[in-house]
């Protein structure tokens, strides 16, 4: 049996270890680490708010709906099944959550260094009061904890909501989602907090997308179309967008796998659209009418207002069978080349200096931060630099996307944080993150005679609270 | 109203903050702060130098022509009207230097942290005295105690190469440029700088660059060709480089996109010639031919000495409507992913260990340095490492290339600092900076004991002195 | 005449320059730093412990063999023939031993901050005794002090073996390869160490390969099949692949260009391999069956258990002309970019969650890291991390490494340190700086508050210990 290792939130975490700079750190972070939490993307469930019921236990809190978590304990070579998620095609029973948890802690050594890692010690010391790291020995106590503190009123979806201290959750849906428990949300008295949605059109604008001609006809007929041509089709994504601003909407996203954008006249998109409902698109004219489609979701926003997010480069569901028996977002999406520049250039010639518009461009690709993302942000006054997203959201790529972007753009034409999470819990920690290392990266500038540090408490204030309002237009 | 934030240079900027290594560094900084400067390459006027008028005010002398500075206020959603800029098709007045001073001054904040913002504070306090940041409420200050500063002699072009202390100044010129300033500045006895020219042959080279037919035309010309064939187009860009060398240049330019380099037979370059001059060239044709030129650069490199730099990799012009407006170089120019290894492999078969011929490799993909830049260094003696360029050049990004390049090619196949600037005021900042940074470098490699102390004092020295009168043979 | 320049090993080199982070970095270290080497893959030759020979000279141990030496002096302009390297077309007599070891000594700063800078330091002053760095000036004591100690009992090669406490060493061999030495060395009572051969199958795999025809007809020969046609092929490389695994081998290793796999068909592959051996694939297809054929080799491995080991992206012998002059791995081997997710996707399709397949993933191309190498190891559990290597075994690339893949993949999905080195001498210096890497980076993370203090021994003690045993089977 291995001794227990204890966990502790030091006060000075994600400072940097001289002691100089630490300190300088430290009191830039002071002066943000109150303010509300402003989280313009996310995948939190607007239900989750609207029912305000307790979580059900630690395994469905912190494992079976997180893919960051699961695919670290796949990869160490546990079967889903062994973590309570059940297999769609039948085979080995999903284990119960209690054990699912203990697979779970007998498993944490394999976190350390890892982003989950480090937002899960803080949701475990902050919230639960635990200071133990989890392992085999005390899996049970801590399910036992943990499932106890859920039963408290203070534990409710809503309870945690007011104690985060969010002022602002967008939440990302389909375009024909009902928008009910957003609307319920809106009007419900006893719940103080802003919950937006936004809309994500993905599976209506690409024809090679599973379904898109039977999502493409309930589109229309959502829309009260009065066609099924291209004309119409168009119409009904602006009749649908126009539903989500009036329900708060702030921005539509964009989840292609390369930012290709193509120039291309209405007839050409109402005959390659034609083709398409048809059945009779190849792929290459499939490929340029998804391109056309990116270019009028910027025009769109040009005229609707909604900011335009893109989310590219990543290569989901590379494992087959893993999404036959367990389905996506399983942790098997995998990272690939992206091109900004060349891809973008079509949209960038036509709005990228077209007034109000907004661009926030987000990359798993490291390679693009100082070489494209930047450049362009630098140049485009409509382009604004996303954080880092996915497998860069955590301390070491944080502060390598800070030393990329910032010697080309500067501090202003970044984003601000983006949680881009479904782990309710994880939302303080990681805003948390962001703020300490924002404050460390500054400290350096600081420490380094690169910035004054009346200036550097100007841009620290203005990352975590001005630049996010003013990008997402809030 | 914010209140004022003072500016200051540390005289430990740039070092570590660490206090042991940041002694270290300070004291290789010593060795070589003093050292006179030299500036193999950059864009700055020999007219300037010849006519040593006094600058007109702080808007010429930092904004207008800068378009470094320039595009962070257009990326900040700032008119290029509003700085001062005419609008070629007409559009609105462009603001005098006093409005676009006072815009400039309003935007200060987006230069914090960037390389503009680094050499700008330098040359504000050491070079007018200013311990102000600039903001709306000093702009008028600023801009007279500059404007003031101007007036006096100390402050002319002249006396200024006298104070930074610069030994040699390269400019980049057409291979038709007249080339009068540099004659009239070397047979000046009152002007005892060296100023030499660059050969920067690319609009002569590639087809498919506009006016190429016209520009072969003129080169034939002017170079007394007694034909128009492939022939006598070689013979006259021979002819042109021994005027250049004649005039003292030790370097021929190349700014390509992709350094793709294509071996060919005379024969079947001089039918693509003769095609391209028809117009009748197709793409694919044009690109190989283009290639072979590159090659035939380097042949002529080998013959007559002049050092070969390329600088590849950036699509410039990347918005249409601001090159029809404003023309280029204004700032929205972006790097793409770039190849070495395969691209230059026909130059390098063939020239890769020619005696004498040295070949600088510049990039704006940072991806390039450990992957394939430092590993050709570090093999064929022709090949030096290009010094961090354009949008690399700031004190993150230098660190992050001597980091990739040094564990492969030492320090000995780099280039030396290239300033590559048309602002004139920032060389001494520039090269102050690049001092700074290769002493912290070393001095972090000494301090984890990876490099003796006096080793490290070696290679200081030469970097900043031995190797770019190596690698340039000045 | 430059001063002499003493050179000498830091008790704490490598460590971070911050005192209290170089403190806990120094007590994990120690923690680890008397382990036994465990060396899985690596190109020493069996016959040198076999033989137990003197090494001849300084030249011959440092420098002739060791492409990473010659390399570095190449790229300053000194001949291959100087350097003691016989030119296989005539040319230059080579230099005598002392000659070449006097032309590296005066080349030793050129070293100064490289990978084989610091290892060859660490062998001069741990194992030599050597207190001088290398310059014209002493290179003849050197040259004596040196060859004096090699003719020490103490320096032979099975007593280096000893002291340096290796546990494992694997070789690198053709798949006909006799295996005589390592067969000699396991019966040999009078040497207790483990060397174990390692299957090497590229040259037999790839059609476009030099040779490949005459490969397979030996092949088939030597695994005594009974036709020539593509089942008895596959056969013969089952046969070989059960010698290598009888004689002690737990991996095969692929040096392909791109990791290509291609989901092929028993009918067009043995189509394939027939036009193949008539010499009539055109080279399309020739790629095409190349990727079928990494494919079966993951089926091998998936059947008798060898880890596979892909190491990708080089452009070999770039240099056409030193190849033919001085032959293969003469250190103009160029790294090119290298695709992982899209590449390897048919292999994963098929065997990523095979049972007990352990596939392990290099790269020269760092950016596939954090993008591709982490994500891919950090879902299916048959995917490991291969260390840093080649251009980027050495501190800062190694740094790097850990900061790329730790935040996605944690550290149990690295593959431990691998030297792959045939500079036998450099052996406990590679591994000590490894080890002395991951304490630093751990330190790091202790310092920021991102690990607990107990969980990063038991990191640092895995790292050494348990992941190179548990991922290669040993």
Partial sequence: MRPLV????????????????????????????????????????????????PFADPAELFIRHDHYVTRVMHS?????????????????????????????CEHWHAYAGTASGYWLTDVFVRLFGIDEAPCADNADMLFDTIQQALQQTSFRPRALFDRFNIEVLATTDDPLDTLIPHRALAQDQSFKGRVIPTFRPDAYLDPMAEGWRERVFALLDASDATGTDYLAYIDALEVQRQRFIEMGAVSADHGVRQPLTVEMGRMEAAALFDAGMKGKLDKKDAVRFAGHMLMEMARMSVQDGLVMTIHPGVYRNHHNETLEHYGRDMGHDIPVRTRFAQSLRPLLERYGTAAGFHLVLFTVDETNFSREIAPLAGCYPSVYIGAPWWFLDAPDAVQRFRSAVTETAGFYKSSGFID???????????????????ASFLARLVGEGRLPRAMAERVMIDLVDTMPRKVFKL
């Fill in 6 to 53: 204890k966990i502790e939130l030091s006060e000075d975490r994600l400072f940097p270890v001289d002691a100089g700079t630490r300190k300088i750190a430290r009191s830039l972070y002071e002066r943000v680490a109150d303010l509300p939490i402003i989280s313009p993307h996310g995948h939190v469930s607007p239900v989750l708010l609207l029912d305000d019921r």
């Fill in 76 to 104: 160490m070579g546990v079967d889903f099944s062994r973590l309570g998620i059940p297999d769609r095609r039948g085979g080995d029973e999903p284990a119960s959550p209690r054990e699912a948890w203990k697979t779970f």
């Fill in 420 to 438: 881009d999470t479904r782990a309710f819990l994880s939302i303080p920690a990681r805003h948390d993150m962001s703020r300490r290392l924002d």
